[in-house]
């Protein structure tokens, strides 16, 4: 099983500053990774697919990067609609899929 | 609109069995691969479950393999999970996700959510 791990935890960052999150997989997953935020109380919602390409009407903020074991999720202004929890989740090797931790975006 | 809609969550004791359902709409169900993944409160997401577009292909985690089970009615839209011999650990809010992929020789990701059903398992 591929474990995926993120950080940090907890982000505490200000609205308009940059935001980069981190997602480490334990073995290579080519570009094999998604990311999806959750708002409180809502479903997840699928922001990055193939670890940089922006789901349908995902504002350009939003950016993936990474390949093979270490992948970074950057907004690049903070909105504060953008404060949430963050998850990646691979699809490179399975079953069985697996999600991180979640890394949770809050306002300092 | 593509919507997802889940049903059948509640209160269960450890040890009882309940179905879930998902109604499907605003998409050619019957070309989409569907999963499960929960939620427990206050928890990360895990991953249960994937059905091919025909379901005659099933994966499972191993937390619920042998107790779960995946189906689909493509002529009704619609996806359930079976869940048997349920554990407190089984706590949690359900979604149903459709899966997505491209070249599809590896894994999918998940678009869209459903909202959730939320399942308890208590004494």
């Known amino acids: 099983e591929i474990v995926m791990t993120q950080s940090p935890a907890t982000l505490s960052m200000s609205p308009g500053e940059r935001a980069t999150l981190s997602c480490r997989a334990s073995?290579?997953?080519?570009?094999?990774l998604a990311w999806y935020q959750q708002k409180p109380g809502q479903a997840p919602r699928l922001l990055i697919y193939g670890a940089s390409t922006r789901a349908t009407g995902i504002p350009a903020r939003f950016s993936g990067s990474g390949s093979g074991t270490e992948f970074t999720l950057t907004i690049s202004s903070l909105q504060s609609e953008d404060f949430a929890v963050y998850y990646c989740q691979q699809y490179n090797n399975w079953p069985p899929l697996t999600f991180g931790g979640g890394t949770k975006v809050e306002i300092k | 609109e593509v919507q997802l809609v889940e049903s059948g969550g509640g209160l269960v004791q450890p040890g009882g069995s309940l179905r879930l359902s998902c109604a499907a709409s605003?998409?050619?169900?019957?070309?989409?691969?569907m999963n499960w993944v929960r939620q427990a409160p206050g928890k990360g997401l895990e991953w249960l479950s994937y059905i091919s577009n025909s379901g005659s292909s099933m994966f499972y985690a191993d937390s619920v393999k042998g107790r779960f089970t995946t189906s689909r009615d493509n002529a009704r839209n619609s996806l359930f999970l079976q869940m048997h011999n349920l554990r407190a650990e089984d706590t949690a809010l359900y979604y149903c996700?459709?899966?997505?992929?491209?070249?599809?020789?590896?894994?999918?990701?998940?678009?869209?959510w459903g909202q959730g059903t939320l399942v308890t398992v208590s004494s």
């Open positions: 605003g998409f050619t169900f019957s070309s989409y691969n």
């Open positions: 073995q290579s997953i080519s570009s094999d």
């Open positions: 996700v459709r899966g997505i992929c491209t070249t599809c020789d590896t894994g999918r990701w998940f678009d869209p």
